[in-house]
């Protein structure tokens, strides 16, 4: 059974930093690459960033150099470190992965910045 569990979540002021995991099971984590998606109400659920398997990193132009991912696969877990936050990221933010052609979701972990 797979199993992706956020947490980290909650409210912030704008400027403040955050630390989100997602701890994995039922995966082969290490050889996985992890995504953290965020949907804020009334929009859809966009990609904030990406770690492969290898390491190598990717993310939204609108969150580069404030919001670092990284993995400890011995924890079989990934974070998401956002610096500077903004009212607009107000949103949930959601721990994704791909494994045997299917997308598996977390459950969400809401992340609150206020003005």
């Known amino acids: 059974q797979v199993q992706l569990v956020e947490s980290g979540g909650g409210l912030v002021q704008a400027g403040g930093s955050l630390r989100l995991s997602c701890a994995a099971s039922g995966i082969p984590f290490s050889i996985n690459a992890m995504e953290w998606y965020r949907q804020a109400p009334g929009k859809q659920r966009e990609l904030v960033a990406t770690i492969t398997s290898g390491g190598s990193t990717n993310y939204a132009e609108s969150v580069k150099g404030r919001i670092t991912i990284s993995r400890d696969n011995a924890k079989n877990t990934v974070y998401l470190q956002m610096n500077s936050l903004k009212p607009e990221e107000t949103a949930v933010y959601y721990c994704?992965?791909?494994?045997?052609?299917?997308?598996?979701w977390g459950q969400g972990t809401q992340v609150t910045v206020s003005s």
């Open positions: 994704n992965t791909k494994a045997w052609g299917f997308d598996f």
